[in-house]
Each structure stands twice: as C-alpha cells, then as structure tokens.
C-alpha cells in the first residue's frame, strides 16, 4: 500500500450511457465523467510523484467518450472474443487510462492509489496481462497502430463486427511504424478502425511543429487511403459522432484537437508540465479547478 | 583418369518442409495465418497464399508493421507465423518483438527465413548473425533452430500449439539430414544425443550439426570418441544435458552459424561455469563476413569439420 491511503477521486464505478440520450445530456453527462477521471489523474500523479500529467488530461475526454458511450465492453467479460478493442498507443498516458477503466468498473476504484508503488499491477506503462481491460502493452511510441491494424484485419478474417479504435500521441507520429501501419490499413480498407489523434501540438520537448513538423496533418491521413475528421477534443458530444460516423469503406482518422493539461489552468499549453509532478498545494489548486 | 566414385548425400534448404507443414497445420486449424513482408516467394508461401488466400497477410515492405499487425491478429484469436528473411526482421523489428510479441505473451510464431550468412554474397547487411545473441536477452520468447527438415517440421507444429510467443531459424544453406527417427526428431526444450561418447562433447546447432558429425567421424579414426549434442531449443536451453556433458566428457566444443557473442557457445558456457566448469572452445561468426559464398564463409570461418576437429584435438591438447 502506498503511504497515503487516501482514495482516489471519485470512488465509485460509474454507469457507461445509455444508448437514448440527446446531445445535452450526453454532453453533460460525459463532462461529469471526464472531472472524476481527471481528479482521479491528478491524485494518483500527486500521491505517486510520478506520470504524465499534461497527456493524461489532454486523452481525458477521448477515453471517458469512448468507455462510457461508444465502445462495446463489458468490464464482467473483459476478453469477450466479440469486444471492441481500445489500443492506448499512447501508454504513457496510463493514470487516465487506469482512472477510466477503474471507473467504468474493470477493477476497483481503490486500487489507483497503488499506481506506479513497488509490485502494483498499475506501471507506468499499462500491462495488459495485469489490468483487466488493457489490450496491449505499450510505452514504446509507435507499436500502437500497428497492433490496430491487426486486430482489424482479425475482425474481417473472422468476419466479425467488432470495431478497434487507437488512441495516438501527435508528437508520436513522427514514428516511422505508424506510417506502415496507416498505408496498409488505408491499402486494405479496413473500415472497422478508427485512430484517434490526440492534437496537444506538444511533445516532451517542445511545440510539434517546432521539433518536426506534423501539418498538414488531416491531408496526410487522406494520402494514406483513410477519411480523416477533425474535432474538438474536448467536446464530448463532437467525440461521440466522430467515434460513430457509419463505417465507410476507409479507416478513419479523427482528429482530436486538445489542450495538453486541460482542465488545470497553471497546467494547460505548458511543455514543461509534461511529466511535471505537482506538489501538494498544486494538487489542491487542481482539485478545486475540477470541481465536481 | 575418373573421379572416384562418391555417395553422394543428399541435403536439405529447411523453407520447403516449413511451408509444407505450415499448410498442413493451416488445413486443419482456421486460426493459423501467415504474416510477411513481400516475402511470398523468399518464404516458400506460394501453395499457402493459393489455398489461403485471405489468410496470407502481406503487409509490404514493413517489418515493424508486421510484428504488429501479428500482435493485433493474435490479440483477436488468430496464431500468426510471421514470416521474413531473418536479417530484416529481428533487426528491424527488435522492439516489436520484445514488446508486442514476447511482453505482450502473445502466441506469435516469428519465423527468420534464411539465417546465419545464408545470403552469401550479398554480405553482412543481408547476414542474420545477430539474432540469436539478440532474441535470448528477450523475456518469455522460445528461441528454436531445426537442423533439418524432420525437426523443421516438428517445430513447426510444436510452435502452432504452443500458446507462447517463439522464434524459429528457418536455414536455407542445404545441409543433411541429422535425424535417424522422424517420429523423435523434436522435442522442445530438448537436445538430441546424435552419437555417444566420453572424450568430449560436440555441442550443435541448426547447419552445424551435420557438420559436427562429420568431426565425430574424424575424431574416431584419431581414437577419441566425442558425444554429440543437437540444441535445437536454443531457449529454454536443456541444462541437464549440458552439465551431463560437461561431467562426462570433460571438454566442449560448440558450434554455431552465429556472433560467438550471446548466443549458443555463451549459452552453454554459462551453464558450465556454473554447474560444471570444463575447458570449452566457442566456434562461430567473427565479425562482419568478407564476400563469399555462404558455403565458402562457413569454411572461412572454420565452421566445418576440419575446424572442428582442430578446435578438438586443440581442447583435448593433441
């Protein structure tokens, strides 16, 4: 157990959406879940002293859409071979998707608190053949999309209606793999995957386009062979109609156009709070920032 | 004046009894595909694309893109071969094989076509000698080299079967046959005691074994009787063999188409030191190979019997 045992944000499994909801309380009802999984973040980073803050939040409402209104999962089934698959490529960005899948009820709330302590099942860089919920294990930039792929191909071999959806980094795309991945699932149409491309326009160093420049971003998904979106990253209800656009006869490229630390002012835009670590009194400002 | 009269052996590229048991096993279970990079021909899949053609999955030139894709095929309950000359796809997909296949778990068979300095002349970017000092650093990941086609085609079904991730060297250079029983050929994790004896022990693998033999013969009409071990599993390696060995025999040469650095000989030599310390010999690649024939490179690098059999008498100090 970690020193403190305070519990993480939120606590409690929260119910996904149903499939009847209008565009408000969608909205709505996915904004109260992204602040739990965001307070969640900021804890388990204060109390590990570790992570990736400004990742974290800028993946936030991504995955809170994803889990909780449009992937077909079952936290009871975890491995039900007719799941969809969610590929964080990103892995980095653990403690949001820890938070999410905690929340959503893959495995109690109570174990974040035991992120990245000696021996917990929560690394750094989520394990799959640890935390139920996981589908591949990354860190490594770039292993991601490929693994998309895959598992798309899987789907049609079988001839199954499961949908794989993979979360990117953008500073990730300067990745040569992701680029073999994307000609070959545009060359084979697979329309059953979608990445999703967390625009922050931040790397750990610096601006993307100052380190190596990514636009015109959309026009170089279009080249590969996929039909490529662009939306707000923040705007839940703009997530979900991306997320569920009928299936077209491409793969699909959305992007995500997010503020790296969103939802914590001294946080938001700044490259240094990449994998800064807040302090206490930080963690308090943030807290009160993301009031419930 | 005529040549004398020579039984000609007969010898074996191993690709062909890979793909033929790959389309055997493939017949039987629908969960088995193959993965390659523009390798249909380099990998003897052409009767597994016509009968299959759906569950040939060609990526192109792209082995990063490969081992992934074969991690997102295995994740959704396909047992994917992946098939590529062995240079390209464990040097250029090394992270994709230490973290999509073997940290993932993932029962995904990497198949390295053409290894060791197979390509010849087309020099040391197209040599796989690496690998075997790369892939045993990796967690989790079964390392195999069949020495001829018996053993090709055992360890191809051991691998289908067996739910972990694996590599097996796919030789080219046309060799003899080392297995007397077919019905015995492989069994993972287990060397094959090809000869008996108590001098000292010829430790083998893949092209080398037949090779190794060969010097047993030598040795004999010299009166020193040498065991000799076929290490088809490279990894989990068959200590108990290797120490019993090295308890009976005394001394240990091992032999492999590979950098002496990290893979059969230092294998081996691990165990020894530490369970039975006997004087060994480590024969193999020394560096970058010179142009040549994959044939007269073996020879160059006294990987054959007459080096061998120096490495031996040198051992056994006659």
């Known amino acids: 157990m970690p020193a403190s045992s305070a519990p993480a944000s939120g606590g409690t499994i929260l119910d996904p959406l149903p499939a009847a909801v209008d565009a408000a309380e969608r909205r709505d009802r996915l904004g109260k879940i992204a602040t739990e999984i965001r307070r969640s973040v900021v804890e388990m980073i204060g109390r590990a002293r570790l992570g990736h803050i400004g990742g974290d939040l800028s993946a936030t409402d991504t995955l809170a859409t994803l889990f909780f209104a449009v992937l077909k999962v079952d936290p009871g089934a975890p491995t039900d071979p007719n799941r969809d698959r969610l590929i964080l490529s990103k892995g980095h960005c653990s403690a949001a998707l820890y938070s999410t899948l905690s929340l959503r009820g893959f495995f109690p709330t109570g174990d974040l608190a035991t992120f990245m302590q000696p021996l917990s099942a929560l690394n750094g860089h989520p394990n799959r053949r640890k935390v139920p919920g996981v589908e591949a294990n990354t860190g490594p930039l770039g292993h991601g999309l490929p693994i998309g792929v895959g598992s798309a191909i899987a789907a049609k071999l079988s001839g199954a209606d499961w949908r794989t959806f993979v979360v990117l980094g953008d500073g990730e795309l300067q990745e040569g793999s992701n680029w073999e991945a994307a000609m070959c699932a545009g060359h084979r149409a697979l329309d059953s995957l979608t990445a999703i491309v967390d625009r922050n326009r931040l790397q750990q160093g610096a601006r993307t386009e100052d380190t190596n420049r990514l636009d015109p971003l959309a026009d170089k998904w279009r080249a590969f062979g996929w039909d490529a979106v662009e939306c707000d990253g923040h705007d839940h209800q703009a997530l979900f109609e991306a997320f569920t656009a009928p299936r077209s006869g491409k793969p699909v490229c959305v992007i995500a156009n997010s503020i790296k630390g969103k939802g914590v002012s001294f946080i938001e835009d700044r490259v240094e709070w990449h994998h800064k670590v807040p302090s206490p009194e930080q963690v308090e400002r943030a807290l009160k920032e993301l009031a419930r | ?318």
């Not at chain 2, 493939?26 to 969960?31: E, H, I, N, Y």
């Not at chain 2, 792209?62 to 390209?88: H, K, T």
């Not at chain 2, 083998?204 to 076929?230: F, H, K, M, P, Q």
């Not at chain 2, 009976?248 to 059969?264: D, R, S, Y």
């Open chain 2, 1 to 318: 004046m005529t040549a004398p009269a020579t039984a000609k052996i007969e010898t074996f590229d191993c690709r062909q009894a890979f793909a033929e048991t790959l389309v055997e096993i493939a017949q039987s279970d629908p969960r088995i595909v193959a993965v390659c990079n523009d390798s249909v021909g380099s990998s003897n899949l052409s009767a597994f694309q016509k009968l299959f053609p759906e569950r040939l999955v060609n990526v192109g030139i792209a082995e990063q893109d490969m081992v992934g894709v074969s991690a997102g095929l295995a994740n959704g309950g396909f047992i994917p071969f992946v098939c590529g000359a062995a240079p390209f796809l464990t040097g250029r997909a090394l992270e994709q094989i230490k973290v999509d296949a073997a940290y993932n778990a993932l029962p995904i068979v990497l198949c390295g076509m053409s290894p060791g300095m197979a390509y010849g002349e087309l020099g040391p970017t197209h040599h796989s000698i690496e690998d075997l000092s790369w892939l045993r650093a990796i967690d989790g990941l079964a390392i195999v080299v069949p020495a001829d086609p018996a053993q090709t085609r055992a360890a191809v079904r051991w691998a289908a079967g067996s739910g972990v991730p694996s590599y097996l060297r796919i030789g080219r250079t046309k060799a003899p046959s080392v297995t007397a029983d077919d019905s015995n050929a492989f069994a993972f994790g287990q060397a094959n005691v090809l000869r008996q004896g108590s001098a000292l022990t010829i430790v083998a693998t893949g092209i080398l074994v037949s090779r190794a033999l060969e010097a047993a013969e030598v040795l004999a009409g010299r009166g020193i009787e040498a065991r000799v071990l076929n290490i088809s599993t490279i990894k989990p390696l068959d200590e108990a063999a290797i120490v019993a060995a090295a308890r009976e025999t005394g001394a240990i040469v091992t032999a492999e188409e590979a950098m002496t650095e990290g893979g059969l000989g230092a294998a081996v030599a691990a165990v020894v030191v530490r369970h039975a310390p006997a004087p060994m010999r480590i024969l193999g690649v020394k560096g970058f190979a010179p142009t040549g024939s994959a044939t007269f490179l073996l020879d160059h690098f006294g990987l054959n019997r007459d080096g061998i059999v120096a490495a031996a008498l040198e051992l056994k100090g006659s």
